[in-house]
């Protein structure tokens, strides 16, 4: 154990607690970014589509990662340094998607727009590729954690992948590259993805 890891589990925990408040922020500054128009009548509810549209899919994203979030530090034991900065990183790339968010529905999922939105859901991923590698270091051992780290290992991969894609088919289509953030949010949603198949436990 290096000298810097002072705090065990209950250190873990805080980090957690502290980390699902902030996502639970960010879920409720997004929301709150959806106005209800001032004029009567149902009609008016629709030119609402696109910024409703683009809460649903950051709602999803931000819950993946809170699922993830939690299943990744459920094979933390000990705080580190590294731990504790890169955590804070992903909770500063993942504040920046209400941002995002609001600026994709009021762009109309425009290209620009849609560019910046992926571009955000790319970010996160540089804190927590290295964060998952410090806990798969200094976390659980053993094989069932092993094979969880492999598989979300792969997912990480896979998803930036569909994202670089997504963004150069924006150029195409806004829509393609929605597509692709769709697509990703799938992926995770499932408990084994296509990916396990092709490549094994």
């Known amino acids: 154990m290096s000298e810097e890891a002072t705090e065990g589990k209950p250190g873990v ?7 699902d408040g902030v996502l639970a922020i960010i879920v409720t500054i997004m929301v709150l970014e959806l106005h209800a128009p001032e004029a009567p009548g149902l009609d008016k509810l629709l030119p609402l ?5 683009a809460y649903a899919l950051s ?3 931000v819950g993946i990662y ?5 299943r990744l530090f459920s094979h933390a034991k000990m705080v580190t340094n590294a731990l504790v900065w890169l955590n804070l990183g992903l909770l500063f790339a993942l504040s920046l998607i209400p941002f995002t968010t609001a600026y994709l529905g009021e762009q109309h999922f425009s290209r620009d727009g849609t560019l910046v939105y992926l571009a955000s859901m790319i970010f996160p991923g ?9 806990i798969r270091v200094t976390g659980v051992q053993g094989p069932r954690a092993e094979t969880y780290h492999r598989r979300t290992t792969r997912k990480g991969v896979a ?4 994202y670089v894609t ?3 088919l924006t150029f195409v289509s806004p829509w393609l590259g929605i597509a692709a953030a769709a697509i990703v949010a799938i992926l ?4 084994k993805s296509p990916l396990d198949a092709l490549f094994g436990e």
Do not use: T
């Not at 589509?49 to 549209?53: D, K």
């Not at 809170?66 to 939690?70: G, L, Q, R, S």
């Open 126 to 134: 540089i804190f927590y590729v290295p964060l998952q590698h410090v």
């Open 13 to 19: 925990g805080r980090i957690e607690a502290f980390s």
């Open 66 to 70: 809170w699922a993830n979030h939690h």
């Open 166 to 168: 997504g963004g150069a």
């Open 188 to 191: 995770w949603c499932m408990p």
């Open 59 to 61: 709602f999803a994203y």
């Open 159 to 162: 998803a930036v992948l569909i």
């Open 49 to 53: 589509w696109p910024v409703f549209l």
